[in-house]
């Protein structure tokens, strides 16, 4: 069974460029969720992706797009960066078989993405 | 708004002791309340999750303990380890139009030394 994963490890921006980090999801999982931790701070929730459309949005503004692809892989897109984006942003991944609701849900390593 | 408060912020315990982390919520539509462990460098890792059915879930050295009423739940480290020395963070999550989002306390940094 292979866990989740998410490229690239790390990475550089500058304020104002756009930037994308992808995640594929654990074997057998069908729904992705992206999670923003800021150093010393918990995990906050972005957006979560089944069947391929956003099923939900937290706190955060429409530069904060994202994808899902058949294969239940994920893309999350910043544009307009700001400084204040500097942070591990993670990716979840659960299986949400029918109508139920799975709460368990597996994390990848994160990206650490500073902008500067 | 943090939905879910954790506490203490960081913790010192002896090895062999006992580390307890507290958490408090007032969502009383959340249904399920996991702990995650996060080393440096790596993403969260479930430990152990509970439902509020029932008042205690034990797995090895960990165990939650859940007081419905208070709206409190609590994570037990028996016989802690310096391996054990990670970040822990609670969390809940509720049915709702997004399936299992999960609200984070804001961690406890345990260190436990030899």
């Known amino acids: 069974e292979t866990g989740v994963t998410q490229s690239p490890t790390h990475l550089i921006k500058t304020r104002g460029q756009q930037v994308t980090l992808r995640c594929s999801s654990q074997s057998g999982h069908n729904t992705v969720s992206w999670y923003q931790q800021a150093l010393g701070q918990g995990p906050q929730f972005i957006f979560q992706y089944y069947r391929e459309e956003e099923n939900g949005r937290g706190n955060f503004p429409p530069r904060f797009s994202g994808l899902q692809f058949p294969n239940y892989s994920s893309e999350l897109n910043v544009n307009a960066l700001e400084l204040d984006d500097s942070a591990l942003y993670l990716c979840?991944?659960?299986?949400?078989?029918?109508?139920?609701?799975?709460?368990?849900?597996?994390f990848g390593p994160g990206t650490r993405l500073t902008v500067t | 708004q943090q939905q879910v408060k954790q506490s203490p912020q960081s913790l010192i315990v002896q090895k062999g002791g006992i580390s307890i982390i507290n958490c408090a919520y007032e969502?009383?539509?959340?249904?399920?309340f996991p702990w995650y462990q996060q080393f440096p460098g790596k993403g969260p890792a479930l430990l152990i999750a509970?439902?509020?059915?029932?008042s205690e879930k034990k797995e090895g050295r960990f165990t939650i303990s859940f007081n419905k009423s208070a709206k409190q739940f609590s994570l037990h480290i028996m016989d802690s380890q310096p391996g054990d020395s990670a970040t822990y963070f609670c969390?809940?999550?509720?049915?709702?139009?997004?399936?299992?989002?999960?609200?984070f306390g804001r961690g406890t940094q345990l260190t436990v030394w030899p």
């Open positions: 969502n009383t539509a959340f249904d399920y």
């Open positions: 509970i439902r509020p059915d029932v």
């Open positions: 979840a991944s659960s299986l949400t078989p029918g109508q139920r609701v799975s709460y368990e849900q597996y």
């Open positions: 969390a809940a999550s509720f049915r709702g139009s997004t399936l299992g989002r999960l609200y």
